[in-house]
């Protein structure tokens, strides 16, 4: 298997470290991350401007470039600047859980998103901050949950969320928890943006990912780089064709 690897938090994180190691029992890896962090940069790239990317010591047996730009242009110079295709770009391991509302801003996830839109397989995975070593332990369970099962016959991208203590695995869907967040003013120019984590508004649907999270289990959500609502589509189709 060839596995390229980005993430959010830069090619000095302790989680991508952590991923490649955990990944190279498995075959070949490559590793192409930020050189600064890169936290809720969603799926931005960067085609206006010239960007640094230059290959770094990283792992014994890794071949890694350091990329001053987003995780989606992470996957993107590993495909087309390396010239190279993937069995299954991994992105993480995130330092801090990437679930609800905060799908949409990650750049963990903009990762695996820009991997679906260039036909590859992807999984992103993520643990609370604390909790990084500790999730190493259950990669081969959520990793071998998706393979064994053919889970990838369903949906190209998974987002995996691993707490620090497992009871299991469950397939969930997006929450809808969010950040309160607010802007806070330093100076006269200078604001600073942060709030509190708001818990889902349905405590009892089991099958959310933060709910499922919060039970013990490693949530494994199918995703889609689909942004039509199919729902409201076909509904449309129906009154005016």
């Known amino acids: 298997m060839r596995f390229l690897i980005v993430?959010?938090?830069?090619?000095?994180?302790?989680?991508i470290?952590?991923?490649?190691?955990?990944?190279?029992?498995?075959?070949?890896?490559?590793?192409?991350?930020?050189?600064?962090e890169q936290s809720g940069?969603?799926?931005?790239?960067?085609?206006?401007?010239?960007?640094?990317?230059?290959?770094?010591?990283?792992?014994?047996?890794?071949?890694?470039?350091s990329?001053?730009?987003?995780?989606?242009?992470c996957v993107r110079f590993g495909?087309?600047?390396?010239?190279?295709?993937?069995?299954?770009?991994?992105?993480?391991?995130?330092?801090?859980?990437n679930m609800s509302g905060d799908i949409i801003y990650s750049g963990t996830m903009g990762a695996i998103f820009e991997a679906g839109n260039q036909h590859h397989k992807g999984i992103a995975f993520s643990t609370t901050p604390e909790n990084l070593e500790g999730a190493t332990k259950y990669l081969d369970?959520?990793?071998?949950?998706?393979?064994e099962n053919n889970l990838f016959e369903y949906s190209d991208l998974y987002n995996v969320n691993i707490p620090e203590v497992v009871k299991g695995i469950k397939?969930?869907?997006?929450?809808?928890?969010?950040?309160?967040?607010?802007?806070?003013?330093?100076?006269?120019?200078?604001?600073?943006?942060?709030?509190?984590?708001?818990a889902d508004t349905n405590?009892?649907?089991?099958?959310?990912?933060?709910?499922a999270f919060a039970d013990g289990f490693i949530s494994v959500t199918p995703m889609t780089k689909e942004r039509t609502d199919l729902v409201a589509f076909d509904k449309l189709k129906a009154k005016f064709d």
């Open 7 to 15: 993430n959010d938090d830069g090619i000095n994180a302790e989680g």
């Open 17 to 36: 470290k952590l991923l490649a190691q955990w990944a190279q029992q498995y075959g070949e890896v490559l590793v192409v991350a930020p050189k600064y």
């Open 41 to 65: 940069k969603s799926h931005a790239i960067d085609f206006m401007n010239p960007i640094e990317i230059k290959r770094v010591d990283f792992l014994e047996g890794v071949e890694a470039w």
């Open 67 to 73: 990329m001053a730009s987003t995780p989606a242009d």
């Open 79 to 97: 495909i087309f600047g390396l010239h190279n295709k993937y069995d299954i770009v991994l992105s993480g391991i995130n330092r801090g859980v």
């Open 141 to 147: 369970m959520a990793f071998n949950y998706i393979m």
């Open 171 to 198: 397939i969930t869907k997006q929450g809808d928890g969010y950040f309160s967040d607010a802007f806070y003013k330093i100076d006269e120019n200078t604001y600073t943006q942060h709030g509190e984590m708001i």
């Open 203 to 211: 405590p009892e649907d089991h099958d959310r990912d933060s709910i």
